[in-house]
């Protein structure tokens, strides 16, 4: 199963994948055939002192010879083409299915994991697959033709053969068998490496000023030792390879040669025969070897594989139905006996009973503690995720009768972690729509108030963002983020907690700029300030997964203790929901 969903994956590389192993069987028939005919030359040309014979059995030896560096060079060149395109197939597969996974799908990956089966594991299946291709076809050729040509030479000293080959397959496989569950460990140390490495990267500036840099130090560095611990215990094992291929090989020349003395003086058996059969204990038992790096390079690979053909053959949890809808005929939201469990199990909900009507065009804030589920809550609207109990409804349909794509396209959610791409504002700007004019997305930064400030960089929309917007402020990052969703045109906007950088002036005016410019998209606004939602047609107040209390500032002052609380505290105290 595995094996099928690796090799999908070769596609416009199976010429490529037939001719390394082709060649190479050519390669390794030519190679077998020197030998043989090396004893021709010993027997009928040097023993002898026939110079005609020697010249013409030595040309035709050189031209074999060059005939096998051509084909062993062929074979190669396939080889290396077959492996790096399987391995940039691979590649693109495995992102791709991601990038159709829902949220639910990348909760069972980690990023740290994700990017070493990217990079590492794909590496591992690359090197192994060419290994199987051309070692592998060599050498089990090479093992198959040497061993007949042996026996062609003579049967009776290629008997030795049949006695070394299983000792040394029994020690290999032993060794194999070793090796293996060290490398799966490896790798999963590996995963954790690339976590410290993603951390520290991503929060190098708290580091920084919390002079942690000694202690993130010593977190890698235990780390890596960890992947050298293994990685040393398995290249001990694997070392055990080479006096035993040596024991083997000097076994069997050292009983070779006290049976062909024999064999020779009784003349059943000539010098040049002798010579052709050390050339194939060489080449039986090296071959052996070979074979048995190659099966602990498939060891490795068969791990790496496995956790490659995982995230292939990961289907995601949402998709279209038959005949899906292709337009949202407009803004409205139903939220009809809502539950939800992040792992789909019913008795572990953290939504629960959640009965809403949005009319289409108000405004709606959402405010409550953290752990309450607000976010939870809108990313059911465009489908991050599919409710565990109940219906979701936009626009008087299921979501789930949506084509995804139109839906999404429909409900442009701001989401709690701004995130920003490198390359220039504008670009970033463009993900919302990639045919915005110049003045679409500049009016899209003026609703969320970000003109300004990125007319006061030198190179204004051309501005270069750094990779997550590290060059640009919280509270810029944020409106940038607000406007590219703007850019979409949505009937909904949901703004999770995307103000709480801005200061309370700028948030003010990017709701009045809603209010005036956006009357008729639904907007949902999640806040930890008061201020933020208390002009909403509405407020929804969330505890505990529930809905606890619906309606407006004023109403809610009268009937809503926690409301009541939150107000008094920010109002009085300063402070927001968390405090």
């Not at 391995?87 to 990017?115: G, W």
């Not at 130090?217 to 960890?226: D, H």
């Not at 790496?304 to 995230?311: C, F, G, K, T």
């Amino acid at each position: 199963m595995v094996i099928r969903t690796i090799l999908k994956s070769i596609r416009q590389y199976k010429k490529e994948s037939f001719l390394s192993p082709f060649f190479m069987i050519i390669e390794v028939i030519m190679e077998v055939l020197i030998p043989f005919f090396m004893s021709y030359l010993i027997d009928k040309g040097i023993a002898v002192g026939n110079m005609g014979y020697i010249v013409r059995m030595g040309s035709f030896l050189i031209a074999l010879a060059l005939l096998t560096i051509l084909l062993g060079t062929l074979s190669g060149m396939y080889a290396a083409r077959a492996a790096t395109g399987l391995a940039a197939n691979l590649r693109y597969d495995v992102f791709s299915n991601i990038q159709r996974f829902s949220f639910s799908n990348l909760d069972k990956f980690s990023t740290p994991s994700l990017v070493t089966r990217l990079t590492t594991d794909i590496n591992n299946v690359l090197m192994a697959y060419q290994s199987i291709i051309r070692q592998a076809v060599r050498s089990v050729a090479m093992i198959v033709f040497a061993l007949t040509a042996a026996f062609r030479t003579n049967s009776q000293v290629a008997m030795v053969f049949l006695a070394a080959i299983p000792v040394l397959g029994a020690g290999l496989f032993s060794i194999i068998l070793n090796v293996h569950p060290i490398f799966v460990m490896a790798l999963k140390t590996y995963d954790r490496l690339n976590n410290v490495v993603q951390e520290n990267l991503r929060g190098i500036r708290v580091v920084k000023s919390f002079v942690r840099e000694d202690v993130e130090n010593e977190k890698f560095r235990r780390i890596s030792k960890e992947i050298y611990t293994y990685f040393n215990k398995a290249q001990k094992r694997v070392a055990l390879n080479a006096p035993l291929i040596q024991f083997c090989t000097y076994s069997s020349m050292i009983a070779i040669s006290w049976i062909s003395a024999k064999l020779i003086v009784g003349g059943s058996m000539t010098t040049g025969e002798l010579m052709s059969m050390f050339s194939y204990v060489m080449q039986i038992l090296m071959n052996l070897m070979m074979m048995s790096i190659v099966f602990v390079m498939i060891m490795i690979s068969r791990t790496s594989a496995v956790r490659i053909a995982e995230v292939l053959n990961e289907q995601p949890d949402l998709k279209n139905p038959k005949n899906p809808l292709m337009e949202v005929k407009d803004g409205s939201i139903s939220f009809k006996n809502v539950s939800f469990s992040y792992v789909g199990d019913k008795d572990k909900l953290c939504l629960k009973d959640v009965n809403l009507d949005i009319k289409s065009g108000e405004t709606i804030g959402i405010i409550g503690g953290t752990g309450s589920s607000k976010s939870t809550l809108v990313q059911l609207i465009p489908r991050l995720y599919d409710a565990t109990k109940g219906e979701v409804f936009v626009g008087g349909e299921n979501v789930k009768n949506y084509d995804i794509k139109t839906l999404r396209n429909q409900v442009s959610v701001v989401l709690q972690h701004n995130v920003l791409f490198s390359g220039t504002i504008k670009e970033n700007l463009r993900w919302g729509n990639p045919d915005a004019s110049d003045g679409e997305i500049e009016h899209a930064c003026r609703l969320a108030q970000a003109h300004d400030f990125i007319e006061s960089f030198p190179k204004g929309y051309d501005t270069y963002i750094e990779q997550g917007g590290t060059n640009v402020s919280g509270g810029q990052r944020q409106r940038l983020c607000i406007a590219r969703a703007l850019l979409k045109k949505p009937k909904i906007l949901i703004l999770d907690d995307s103000t709480s950088a801005v200061d309370t002036k700028t948030d003010s005016l990017i709701q009045q700029a809603f209010r005036e410019e956006i009357p008729n998209v639904t907007k949902i606004i999640i806040a930890q300030r008061v201020s933020s939602v208390q002009s909403a047609d509405r407020i929804i107040v969330m505890d505990g997964g529930r809905v606890s209390a619906v309606g407006t500032h004023d109403e809610l002052m009268q009937s809503s203790v926690i409301y009541q609380e939150v107000y008094q505290m920010q109002t009085q105290g300063g402070g927001d929901f968390d405090e």
